[in-house]
C-alpha cells in the first residue's frame, strides 16, 4: 500500500481535511525520550481506511492541525499503549483524541497477556510479523530511509482491523461497558500526571519521616524547575539516592550538602545556594503541611491473606478470559481484605478500593468476599491442570 509523506504545513492541511469524515484513525508515534525534558516528537504515523501516512514533526512549524483533527468529534481514534500519544495530543491542544479506543487495554479485558507489544497482539490477532530491523533507529537523524520509514507504518497498517476483531470480542463477551470504564480512567490517569505532582516516585522514600518527605517534596519541585528550563532528564539534574540522602540528613548547611559524595559535579556545585534553600523550605514549613507517609502493609496475617488470595485471582482471571494483571494487583487484594475487614468491625467508611468497584467487584470481589466470609473454599482439582483450582461451595 502506498503512502503519503507529509513534509509541509500545505500537505498536513489538506491530509487533515481528507480525514475529516473518517470513521477510524489510527496511529503512533516515533520519539526520543532519552535527551529532553519532555519526550522529542519525531515522527506521526496514520492509517484511516486506505489512506496511510507518515508526518515528519521536524519538517512542519508544527502538527496542530492533526492533534486538532484528533480531538474533534466524529471518529473512533486507535492506538496501542497511547499514553505518550494521549499526552502529545492534550499538550498541544489541550484535549485528548476523540473516542480513544486502546488495543492493549482492549486485548487484555478479553484474556490475552496485559500488558501485550505491539508484535505480540499483531501476530495473535492477525498472524501478521513484524519486521525487526529498525528497533534502535535514532528517528530524529534525517533523511529516514524507506525501511525505516516501512518499519514505522507497520505499527499502524493493521492497528485499525485489530481494534475491529477486539471490539467484537468485547461485544461477545458483554464487555464493551468495561473497556468504556477502562478507557476513562485510563485517561484520568494519564492527564493526572500532566498536573499533579508525583515526587513520591522518587525512589527510596520508604520509611522516611514526614519531615523528611517534606525535603523530598521541594528538592524534587526543585529538579522538575530546573530540568524543564534545561530541557534534560530530571534525573540528569539530580538523582534519587542524592535527593534521598539529603532528606535523611535533614541539614540546609550548604558546607555539608556539598560534601556529601556525589556531589561534586560542577553544576551542582553552582546550585549549592537553591538546594540548600529547597531543603530548609522543608525543614521550616508547618507539621500539618508535611506529607503523610503510604500506608504500611498491616498486619502479618494481611499479608498471608493478600499472597494467598492473589492466587485465587489469577486463577478467577482466567477462567473469566481476562488478564490477571488489568484486573489488579496483590497490593490490590490486600487493599480489599483490608477494606473488607474494616467493614466488618464497623470502620468501613471510605470508598471501597479498586477490586470492590464496578466490574472488578462483579467478576472478582464479590468472589473474594466470598472466601473471605467461608462461603466458599479453594479445592486442588487437577494438580496437571492449566486451572487447578476450583472454587466450591461450604456444605
Known amino acids: 500500500m502506498t503512502h503519503d509523506h507529509i513534509t509541509t504545513d500545505l500537505e498536513l492541511e489538506k491530509f487533515c481535511q481528507d480525514l475529516s469524515d473518517a470513521p477510524t484513525i489510527a496511529f503512533d508515534t516515533e520519539f526520543v525520550s532519552e535527551h529532553t525534558y519532555r519526550p522529542e516528537l519525531c515522527l506521526i504515523q496514520v492509517a484511516a481506511g486506505d489512506r496511510l501516512a507518515v508526518i515528519d514533526p521536524q519538517q512542519l512549524r508544527n502538527v496542530d492541525a492533526f492533534w486538532r483533527l484528533l480531538a474533534a468529534p466524529g471518529h473512533e481514534t486507535v492506538v496501542h499503549a497511547g499514553r505518550e500519544e494521549l499526552l502529545f495530543c492534550l499538550g498541544a491542544v489541550g484535549a485528548p483524541p476523540n473516542q480513544l479506543f486502546d488495543v492493549q487495554i482492549a486485548a487484555g479485558l478479553v484474556g490475552f497477556e496485559y500488558p501485550a507489544g505491539y508484535g505480540s497482539l499483531l501476530a495473535k490477532l492477525m498472524g501478521q510479523r513484524l519486521q525487526k530491523g529498525e528497533t534502535r533507529t535514532d528517528w530524529r537523524r534525517r533523511p529516514l530511509s524507506s525501511g525505516q520509514i516501512e518499519y514505522a507504518l507497520d505499527d499502524v497498517r493493521h492497528l485499525g482491523a485489530m481494534a475491529h476483531k477486539l471490539q467484537s470480542r468485547l461485544e461477545q463477551l458483554g464487555r464493551s461497558a468495561w473497556m468504556d470504564d477502562e478507557m476513562k480512567a485510563w485517561k484520568r490517569d494519564v492527564e493526572a500526571t500532566r498536573s499533579n505532582e508525583r515526587w513520591w516516585k522518587v525512589s527510596g522514600t520508604t520509611g522516611l519521616s514526614r519531615r523528611s518527605l517534606a525535603v523530598v517534596r521541594e528538592l524534587w519541585r526543585w529538579r522538575e524547575r530546573e530540568a524543564e528550563q534545561r530541557d534534560c532528564p530530571t ?13 535523611k540528613r535533614r541539614s540546609s548547611d550548604a558546607k555539608q550538602i556539598r560534601a556529601l559524595r556525589g556531589m561534586e559535579r560542577g553544576d551542582l556545585q553552582r546550585a549549592l545556594p537553591q538546594l540548600a534553600a529547597a531543603v530548609e523550605r522543608g525543614l521550616t514549613i508547618s507539621d500539618d503541611q508535611c506529607p503523610v507517609p503510604a ?12 499472597q494467598f488470595l492473589s492466587s485465587a485471582l489469577g486463577s478467577i482471571c482466567r477462567a473469566a478470559e481476562l488478564a490477571p494483571s488489568i484486573v489488579g494487583t496483590a497490593s490490590d487484594v490486600r487493599d480489599l481484605v483490608a477494606y473488607r475487614l474494616e467493614v466488618a468491625e464497623g470502620n468501613g467508611s471510605q470508598e471501597p478500593p479498586l477490586l470492590g468497584r464496578g466490574w472488578r467487584a462483579e467478576v472478582v470481589g464479590r468472589l473474594i468476599d466470598d472466601l473471605l466470609a467461608g462461603k466458599l473454599a479453594i479445592r486442588i482439582r487437577d494438580p496437571r491442570s492449566n486451572e487447578p483450582l476450583s472454587f466450591e461451595p461450604v456444605a
Request: glycine share 8%.
Open 295 to 306: 500506608q504500611r502493609e498491616g498486619p502479618a496475617q494481611l499479608a498471608i491473606l493478600g
Open 235 to 247: 534525573r540528569r539534574v539530580l538523582r534519587d539516592d542524592l535527593i534521598i540522602e539529603l532528606a
